[in-house]
């Protein structure tokens, strides 16, 4: 049954270089539905196609500048609860004028009220017309001082729930011959395991199949394997929940990919499931043979 409780509203805004977009990313990879660049006077339009499509149990982060144009009342007009049907807050990011102009500058990019004059003075017009929003913010998170890491470590701290802020991890079993998945972190080889291939009655299965997966993992060197591999892989993901890396990929593969990878696919999701990490599973090559 859906969750009938509407998911949180959040509205990134604040300074050109203090990290709007950091912030997004961040709430993207925390499950909310992402809108970027969008005019206030839309607000309510996005929320009301999420709502259609997605559900109101899911989460949208919508990000505006003061680009937008009618930038306070507009955004005042489409925040409140009362209006959308869902919990907002008003997430404004700033940070001191030497910080916004060293990062500006590192990106090689003009502000946008800049025009024909200096960066500062860009910067002064965009306090001045965000003056207001900022006063109003339910949050004013300052990154004078934050790395990215940092920013992202705030928001998930803001944002995150028990849930989105697991590792979740992906293990995909794989065929060397058809060639080793570009998006893996890691890369396990089942090749050392006898094949089932050679095997007749096995032969047409598959490493989800019963018999497959007690052969395969009977071996001597697949237990001895999956009891040293797993404490490798959680020392990995728990580096990677320090670095704000929230996706690990796991590629195992064999020959084809249809049998002992499988089976090891499933072996070590299991192993990972049991350790609490959300898992799931992908047989890329299964049945190209």
């Given at each position: ?14 300074m ?27 607000v ?94 339910d ?8 790395n ?14 028990a ?28 090749r ?8 007749p ?8 199949d019963?018999e497959?997966?007690?052969y ?28 704000g ?20 696919t ?10 609490g990490?959300?898992?799931r ?9």
């Open positions: 049954m859906p969750d009938p409780t509407p998911g949180e509203l959040v509205i990134v805004t604040g050109t270089g203090a990290g709007r977009s950091t912030a997004a990313k961040e709430l993207e990879d925390l499950g909310y539905f992402v809108v970027d660049n969008l005019p206030p006077t839309l309510r339009d996005v929320v009301r196609l999420v709502d259609d499509s997605r559900g109101i149990h899911q989460p949208i982060a919508i990000v505006v500048d003061v680009r937008s144009g009618s930038f306070f009342d507009s955004l005042q007009a489409n925040r409140h609860q009362r209006v959308t049907g869902r919990p907002t807050t008003l997430l404004f990011l700033e940070a001191t004028d030497d910080v916004l102009v060293r990062r500006q500058e590192a990106a090689r990019r003009p502000h946008p009220l800049q025009g024909g004059g200096r960066l500062l003075q860009g910067l002064q017009r965009e306090r001045e017309a965000m003056a207001d929003i900022r006063g109003d913010a949050v004013l998170l300052d990154t004078s001082n934050f990215v890491h940092q920013l992202q470590d705030r928001i998930t701290e803001m944002f995150g729930t849930t989105t802020t697991r590792l979740k991890v992906t293990v995909i079993s794989f065929g060397f011959k058809y060639g080793i998945p570009v998006d893996a972190d890691w890369v396990a080889d089942m050392f395991l006898p094949n089932p291939h050679w095997i009655e096995l032969r047409p299965q598959n490493g989800r019963a497959v997966s007690a395969v993992l009977s071996q001597p060197g697949a237990g001895r394997f999956l009891t040293q591999y797993l404490p490798v892989l959680q020392s990995v993901a728990e580096g990677y929940l320090v670095e890396k929230r996706f690990m990929e796991i590629a195992v593969g064999c020959t084809g990919g249809k049998h002992r990878s499988v089976a090891m499933e072996a070590i999701a299991g192993l990972l499931r049991n350790a990490y959300d898992v599973t992908a047989h890329r090559d299964l049945g190209r043979e």
